[in-house]
């Protein structure tokens, strides 16, 4: 019976896990037995000039060659959308995520693709000439590739494992839409802001670094170190209750691990489905948690914290003021 | 049941059947069935992630007894034995008892081997139940009551009576009408939620991980809401075993028998359904348990209903512990879902059950 949907379903889930747990900011995010390997792959364009013809490499392993600004895109990623709204190069965008939101420009855009089931005939109606994909959803790839449409294929969980990472695709979407300046400065006064956090949080002694729980949704599905969210708390010197998440990018811990690892801070990344920290306290058991004990149970936008976009230096600077009250103001 | 006298064909409904046994003389196989599981369960909640010594755990447990001093232990250690692995232990083994029970009644009244307690809706009804809370502003875990086991549970009923109610015809329900109507309202309700998982689609996963089930949250709460109705078909159903051991010569000869075979069709698919519904709104779709159970059970204390019901029940319960102890030490501290290992741990020992079964038949042939 419930073998049907995983069957039906089975291809999509690779893709749909990734995207709800880091595009759509959903609060029921997590993500399927993704290893997360050491062997970054080094996002080309980064440190290259921005000489057309430019290289990319994909994540699948090939490569893209673009040889003039791109005019015509079709961004599947929430998070790309939001960074082509911010280098200004919102005029080369043809289509959108159904679930991009931000600007609300993108939440306004005429044109929107599922990303969950991309239609391939509307994508190739559009004639981009560029798809941004954040992960290949039931061979949606192969079938662009077929038709010789340009992929900027980066996925999520392979490619975009640090705050860097993100900045790196500001950097490249620069590049590949031509406006360099603009994504020079945007990355910039971003990284300026990352070093002020960085800067507030040094000398914290690893004693007194507070472990977290950053909770995904209400079955403690969590986030690991291998992931751009858990590069967060890593910037901020907080220790990642989940760790590595034995190599599952988007772990779901058991609850006597939770209570034996008495997290100091509760992070709810779910919100907006209904968890509150009164819910939380309210959970058999987890009063033995230092954080119900102390009330350091705080809440964070899902939708900040789980894009690849320029504002997750707002969530950054928002998880430093409420881990760290006395620091940050 | 008052209609029939069943013990005298019990004698001669199967043939293979070795010596006329007495309910009280079944009461022994119970005891150590009983006893076997508790001691599966006793093991279970000691073991975790998080090493706590066996004397430990049982001090803690009895510390919950009236009249037994607590005993000095930390709070964390309190939570872990009995607020976290005792009701997720007591639940999971509720769970696989009641699938397994319940597919066991299930292939009693449809006289098909692969019949199994999801067989005419129940699941697939549950989830349109669990989905249509999931995608709504109602999914809110308020701090007593979450609305989705009573969605789940009522889902999966509706879903029962539809089927039951497009098979019924002059008064009667053929077992194969049922399946057919129970399959067609399955498929319904699955492309119901298929449709929206797809529409709604931030929350596929919160939507999928129900439809996989699992005992993460499980709490005393799920294990009271849904016990009673678990009880409720044990109860009921276990003293018309004989009748079920009738059945399955044929309908009709059962009829003449003087089994009033509807009523016996209405009251064990009724209360099996709400019992499984039950299960189902408390920890998901689980497979596999409430298909192969019985099969097992029957290959190894044969086709009696007497036995095949309540070791059915005991033998699931153990199975689904013990499951649910693999899910959560493969990863120390991480979980992986139940359905995945209630298969690959059941699969292969009901194959080499199957395959034994076979040999011997051939050899006595």
Known sequence: MHNTWIRRLGPLLAIGLILAATACGGGSSKAAATPVKDNPTPITGVSTPPAFPLTVKRSDGATLTISEPVKKIVSMSPGATEIIYAIGAQDALAAVDKNANYPDAAKNFPTKIDAYEPNIEAIAALNPDLVILPGDNGGILA????????????????????????????????????????????????????????????????????????????????????????????????????????GVAYPQLTQEAIIAANPKIIVLADEAYGVTADSVKARPGWSAIDAVANGKIIAVDADLISRPGPRIVDALEDLARKIYPTRFQ | MQIARPHRFARTASADAPAFVTWRGLLPTYALAALATFAVGVFAVSWGTVHIAPQTTLRVLLG?????????????????????????????????????????????????????????????????????????????????LSPLPPAAFAGALAAVALAYGLARAHGRVSTTSLILSGVAVSSVCTSIVTYLMLTYNTRTLAILNW?????????????????????????????????????????????????????????????????????????????????????????????????????????????????????????????????????LVGAPFFLYLLRREGRRGHEAA
């Open chain 1, 143 to 246: 079938k662009l590739d077929g038709l010789k449409i340009p992929v900027l294929y980066q996925d999520l969980d392979k490619d975009i494992k640090t705050v860097d990472d993100v900045l790196g695709q500001i950097t490249l979407l620069g590049q590949v839409t031509g406006h360099t300046d603009k994504a020079r400065e945007l990355v910039q006064s971003l990284s300026k802001r990352i070093d002020v956090i960085k800067q507030g949080v040094q000398g914290i002694p690893s004693q007194d670094a507070p472990s977290v729980y950053h909770e995904l949704d209400s079955t403690y599905y969590t986030i690991s170190t291998g992931t751009f969210i858990g590069n967060l708390y890593e910037i901020l010197h907080a220790q990642n209750i989940a760790k590595d998440g034995a």
């Open chain 2, 64 to 144: 919950h007894l009236p009249f037994v001093p607590a005993g000095e232990h930390s709070a964390a250690i309190r939570a872990i034995v009995w607020d976290v692995r005792a009701p997720r232990v007591l639940l999971a083994g509720m769970v696989g008892a009641t699938l397994a029970f319940c597919g066991a009644a299930y292939q009693g009244v449809f006289r098909n081997p692969l019949a199994e307690p999801y067989l005419i809706g129940v699941a697939s009804g549950a989830a349109v139940g669990a989905t249509l809370i999931i995608i709504s502003p109602l999914y809110v875990t308020v701090w007593l």
């Open chain 2, 211 to 343: 439809i996989m089930g699992g005992f993460n949250t499980a709490s005393w709460k799920e294990v009271a809401i849904a016990a009673p109705y678990m009880l409720l078909a044990a109860v009921v159903i276990v003293p018309l075993a004989r009748l079920l051991n009738v059945m399955q010569l044929d309908e009709d000869e059962a009829r003449h028998l003087g089994v009033d075979v509807e009523r016996l069709k209405l009251i064990v698919l009724g209360l099996a359904s709400l019992a499984t519904a039950a299960a189902v709104a408390v920890s998901g779709l689980i497979g596999f348990v409430g298909l192969v159970v019985p099969h097992i059970v029957r290959m190894i204390w044969g086709p009696d209903y007497r036995r095949v019901l309540p070791l059915s029940g005991f033998f699931g319960a153990a199975f689904l512990i013990l499951a649910d102890v693999i899910a959560r030490s493969i990863n120390p501290g991480y979980e992986v879902p139940i359905g995945v290992v209630t298969a």
